[in-house]
């Protein structure tokens, strides 16, 4: 079994201001897959960013980076230089390693951007 | 737009009846992946098929069943509805079983 924890229901931050969103999980699964989605007010599941457990690396992607903490089961995501499109609702998602699309999402953190 | 194609976009219906929501995958992708989030529970995953074959299942009622076709397409069965059962239903679909998973823009369906 896996879970995500999110205990951040809701976060805001200054345009242009970094701010990073927590996540913790737990999973029996050696083999594993992390991931952050964005969820904006159209509805539409957006991937952000993903981590594969095996790598030590934290992954990047321009503003967004993840800091993969695998002892601590951590995996937050960083936000550098916050636009006003990035006021979301963010999921922190896992999934086993024979299947990535088969994930166990937490609970979500509404992202606000103040201009 | 992620290429995945969900109908109906909005769906409204009564308490007891049965509705069918399809979804088309991103093309050549053979996994798919049906998803619900509700206020209560979250998002949740339902169940996966992998090019025709049911492969995992999630937290799905008994009243709720899913089938993929040979032209890849799915479709999720709702039946004996109850106002509970409201929600937001995703489609996802990967081109493999180890690769990322691409969701649909969602069927929000209201019981009344």
């Known amino acids: 079994a896996q879970t995500v924890t999110q205990s951040q229901p809701e976060m805001s931050v200054q345009e242009a201001e970094t701010v990073t969103l927590s996540c913790t999980y737990d999973t029996s699964e050696s083999d594993y897959y992390l991931f952050w989605y964005k969820q904006p007010p159209s509805r539409q599941m957006i991937l952000v960013i993903r981590?594969?457990?095996?790598?030590?690396q934290n992954a990047t992607e321009n503003r967004f980076s993840v800091n993969f903490q695998k002892a601590a089961k951590s995996f937050s995501l960083k936000i550098s230089d916050s636009q006003l499109g990035d006021a979301a609702m963010y999921f922190c998602?896992?999934?086993?390693?024979?299947?990535?699309?088969?994930?166990?999402f937490g609970q979500g953190t509404i992202l606000t951007v103040h201009p | 737009d992620s290429g995945v194609t969900q109908t109906p976009k909005h769906l409204i219906t009564a308490t007891g009846q049965r509705v069918t929501l399809r979804c088309s995958p991103r093309?050549?992708?053979?996994?798919v992946y049906w998803y619900q989030q509700s206020l209560d529970q979250g998002l949740q995953f339902l169940i996966q098929?992998?090019?025709?074959?049911?492969?995992a299942k999630g937290n799905i009622l008994e009243r709720f069943s899913a089938q993929q076709f040979p032209d890849l397409h799915s479709e999720l069965n709702l039946s004996s509805l109850e106002l509970g059962d409201s929600a937001l239903y995703f489609c996802?679909?990967?081109?493999?079983?180890?690769?990322?998973?691409?969701f649909g823009q969602g069927t929000r369906l209201t019981v009344v």
């Open positions: 981590q594969e457990a095996y790598k030590q």
């Open positions: 093309s050549g992708d053979l996994s």
């Open positions: 996802a679909s990967s081109a493999y079983m180890n690769t990322e998973a691409f």
């Open positions: 098929y992998y090019n025709g074959e049911e492969r």
């Open positions: 998602g896992i999934a086993g390693g024979t299947s990535y699309g088969k994930l166990t």
